[in-house]
């Protein structure tokens, strides 16, 4: 289902069926009791086709003056997988704006960074999503407000700001508007869960099912860096570079949710924080539209078959991603690793705080342009586009951030000097999570494709992949998990 264009009938068979998958995808807006709802809400009653109306965000149906349904809680389900996938302007600024642009850099700010007007992105978004900029992040800061007061016990003056908002006041009426509760009561009505002990966060992360939280942690176990990120008894652990600083986030997935625990040098990168991860375990994606593609395919149809809820794994940091891209070249996984493990000693920051093994945040841009990566053991010719790289990054030349054009960033990419058709779709893969980059010289997607009676040649196997646009890198994941 495209958001962009809601059909009636369709929405309304989803709700009458109460299916949990169209959760994230559209709202329910009920005009006779004035509540907003996700389409499996379980009240008793479904209510009648001539009292509805579907929106497609809660942004839109809180500017049409709905408030949140405390039964359903349509603010707990995982995000559209709409805007991840779209490549579009619309695409962009979603992304940007669920990322924190707004609370940081305002409208102007996010207009700024799409290279178009306050006026034209106003009028997108309202056409296309149904909500301008500042709504958007408004609703956004509601639900992060809303998850700060009900599962820790800060207070209200260190959450109203932690979620964004400009004043006390401000948050109260909010809070008030969108959920017909003060914050007191939210607090007094939800006191469950876990609670934040020695400066730690622990929140529920919604998944959208199904979900193969196996899969997920074999991929990323098997490039974790030393000082960086660990995976231990099923849960994984990193290090954050943030706008407010350096944390620390360890991810446990259960059946229905992953529990994170959060230790940030600010609190208010907590919004940010969260976002991240959930691009970094693919936690909105909806197999069914990309399952529906790749299962059609006679070489893909039984991997599909085998695993309804296969993620890719994103990042929760691009520019890291792409100088790990840059480290990978022509070497192992565990060659790759170690050379990352060196260029984190060499350059990295270190914690504030030393969590257990984790040390230090992947270094920056500025920091790996001004080391001396010879101490790292890597060929001269990686060495130089290591530093064209991050000297790129470092001034703002190449962006690697949410609302980058994708395809664009990928020709920029091919520009630099040992940057090539490999490493440029890797990056677009993992660091910009494009659904369809397919990095085709991949020497494990060709050993897999070869066992699968696909063309295993590169040519071979790009021509084939050409079937499956426009989710060629979960075609990729599959191909690589047929591999281990």
Partial sequence: MSVAELDFEQCYRAIESRDPRFDGWFIVGVQ??????????????????????????????????????????????PGSPEWDARADLVGRAMRLIADGIVDRSGVSGLAQRLSVSERHLHRLLVEQVGAP????????????????IETTSLRFAEIAFASGFSSVRQFNDTIRQIFASSPSDLRRMHRHGDRETGGRLTLRLAVRQPYDRDGVLRWLAARAVDGLEELSDGIYRRTLRLPGGTGVVALKPRDDHVLATFALGAVADVATAVHRCRQLLDLDADPRTYGSVLGDDEALAPLVAANRGLRAAGTADPAE?????????????????????????????????????????????????????????????RRRTLYAIAERLAAGTLVLDAGVDRDAVSRQLLEVPGVGPWTASYIALRALRDPDAFPAGDLGLRRAASTLGIPDDERGLAARAERWRPWRSYAAHYLWEAHL
Wanted: hydrophobic fraction near 45%.
């Fill in 32 to 77: 006779t009791t004035r509540i907003y709802c996700r389409p499996s809400c379980p009240a008793p009653i479904c209510p009648k086709r001539r009292n509805v109306a579907f929106y497609r965000t809660a942004a839109a149906a809180q500017l049409a003056g709905l408030r949140a349904c405390k039964r359903c809680r349509p603010d707990a389900i």
């Fill in 321 to 381: 991603t792409a100088i790990r891209a840059v480290l990978g070249q022509q070497v192992s996984l565990a060659a790759a690793r170690t050379l990352a493990a060196r260029l984190v000693a060499l350059a990295g920051e270190p914690l504030e705080q030393r969590d257990e093994s984790l040390t230090h945040a992947f270094p920056s841009a500025d920091a790996i342009a001004a080391a001396d990566l010879d101490a790292i053991g890597m060929p001269a010719t």
């Fill in 133 to 148: 900029p500042l709504a958007l992040a408004r609703s956004q800061r509601a639900q992060t407000a809303r998850v700060l």
